[in-house]
């Protein structure tokens, strides 16, 4: 069965530093990754997604995630915070080797970007 | 593009009630899912459509929810009678297909039970 972990509940970082949103995940077969984020009161907003190919994918507000097979990790990732970052973000999983390849969510890391 | 439309925002209602959420997905979008994401914590598959048919509704609590996808396109999923643990966002959610392409959801309905 397929599974996501996001091991932060939160992450702090400060204005203007690189920032690092962790993911691992365990599939049966090979995994589509994505990331989303969502503001308070809205609904997700998909960033970017691991599909095949390159293994670091870019994305959306200068975001970008790197695929890491051996380590099954896919880690968000940007290189200079902004305040208006702060959000939940969520790791997805689909796994091409099960039939109903449905998409399956982390727990969520809230970001806060501290002025 | 139009999103993925849900109605109502809102709801509120009285346990043992009973509740309903309509979808509109994303045009040509054959997959749709529920989704029900419980305060502090991630969203949680319900269950997911490709076209008219359910591909996966394991999760599904099934003495109470029920959902349809009449004609491939509109949703809705029921809760009857609702309990105080079913209040929650219910998201809405629909991809051109089950395996590459990303999920849009929509806004979500809160709904508490009271």
């Known amino acids: 069965a397929q599974s996501v972990a996001q091991p932060e509940d939160q992450v702090n970082v400060a204005e203007g530093n690189p920032l690092t949103v962790k993911c691992t995940y365990s599939v049966s077969g090979n995994p589509y990754l994505f990331w989303y984020v969502q503001y308070p009161n809205r609904g997700l907003q998909f960033l970017l997604k691991?599909?095949?190919?390159?293994?670091l994918v870019k994305g959306s507000y200068g975001f970008e995630a790197e695929f890491n097979k051996s380590q099954t990790s896919f880690h968000l990732k940007k290189p200079s915070a902004l305040v208006s970052d702060s959000a939940l973000y969520f790791c997805a999983v689909r796994d091409n080797h099960n039939g109903a390849n449905n998409l399956f969510f982390g727990t969520g890391t809230r970001l806060t970007v501290i002025p | 593009e139009a999103g993925v439309a849900q109605s109502p925002r809102y709801k509120i209602i009285e346990k043992r009630q009973s509740v309903a959420f309509w979808c509109n997905p994303i045009s040509g979008h054959a997959t749709l899912y529920w989704y029900q994401q419980i305060l502090g914590q991630g969203p949680k598959l319900l269950i997911q459509?490709?076209?008219?048919?359910?591909?996966?509704d394991s999760q599904l609590p099934k003495d109470r929810f029920s959902a349809e996808r009449l004609k491939g396109v509109d949703s809705t999923l029921k809760i009857q009678p609702a309990k105080l643990e079913d209040s929650a966002v219910y998201l809405c959610?629909?991809?051109?297909?089950?395996?590459?392409?990303?999920?849009?959801f929509g806004q979500g309905t809160r709904l508490t039970v009271v």
């Open positions: 959610a629909s991809s051109q297909d089950m395996w590459g392409t990303e999920a849009f």
């Open positions: 459509f490709q076209n008219n048919g359910v591909v996966d």
């Open positions: 691991y599909i095949t190919g390159d293994n």
